[in-house]
């Protein structure tokens, strides 16, 4: 059972817009930064996402982020084939004093 | 460019330890944290703690204390994860990342860590 809570799947069509949601609560999301985390099948993690909203130099602006409150939400625009992995929200947790992940979103691109 | 290159995949028996290296490169190694982060067969990213490279203070997960070390050679710019007791739920890959504060950004291929008898 992961502190954050993230959808298990979604889908879209090539091309299309897709949003994952990451819910948490007032001790992770709601006071520290969110960042995402994609995974392709086999390989390691890559960070697309720090500080809720920034993108590190070489992700493309396809990719964005918000937070509002206790709740992050990542958007991939443009759909691509080779957009299909495990999309992962983590933050900081006070209470817990450790980083905590979302269980992840497969994304399929159809 | 940032590059951590991790130790290869290890087999143990159950009650045996295990010693992960984390060599990196292309960045000041005393300048950021190591964080390690492990996954099951078919699961998400579990975190197991991080270490200050600055002043080897560490904060492991509540989970793993008393079962994890984490370690690391500036000589060498290398970190180094040990986890003892192992039983068939230790079972996965493990992972080290380069670990500003916020966020684990650059991360290694992974090691794969089987424990079977």
């Known amino acids: 059972q992961s502190v954050l809570t993230q959808p298990p799947s979604v889908s879209a069509a090539p091309g299309q817009k897709v949003t994952i949601s990451c819910s948490g609560s007032?001790?992770?999301?709601?006071?520290?930064?969110v960042s995402w985390y994609q995974q392709l099948p086999g390989t390691a993690p890559k960070f697309l996402i720090y500080?809720?909203?920034k993108r590190p130099s070489g992700i493309p602006d396809r990719f964005s982020a918000s937070k509002s409150g206790t709740s992050a939400t990542l958007g991939i625009t443009g759909l691509q084939t080779g957009d299909e992995a495990d999309y992962y929200c983590?933050?900081?947790?006070?209470?817990?004093?450790?980083?905590?992940f979302g269980g992840g979103t497969k994304l399929t691109v159809l | 460019q940032v590059q951590l290159v991790q130790s290869g995949a290890e087999v143990k028996k159950p009650g045996a330890s295990v010693k992960v290296s984390c060599k990196t490169s292309?960045?000041?190694?005393?300048?950021?944290?190591i964080t390690w982060v492990r996954q099951a067969p078919g699961q998400g990213l579990e975190w197991m703690g991080w270490?200050?490279?600055?002043?080897?203070?560490?904060n492991y997960a509540q989970k793993f204390r008393g079962r994890v070390t984490m370690t690391t050679d500036s000589s060498t710019s290398t970190a180094y994860m040990e986890l003892r007791s192992l039983t068939s739920d230790d079972t996965a890959v493990y992972y080290c990342?380069?670990?500003?504060?916020?966020?684990?950004?650059?991360w290694g291929q992974g090691t794969l860590v089987t424990v079977s008898s």
């Open positions: 990342a380069r670990y500003p504060g916020n966020y684990p950004d650059y």
């Open positions: 292309g960045y000041t190694f005393t300048s950021y944290g």
């Open positions: 270490i200050s490279i600055y002043n080897d203070n560490t």
């Open positions: 007032s001790s992770n999301i709601g006071k520290n930064y």
């Open positions: 500080d809720n909203d």
């Open positions: 983590g933050t900081w947790d006070s209470s817990l004093s450790a980083v905590v």
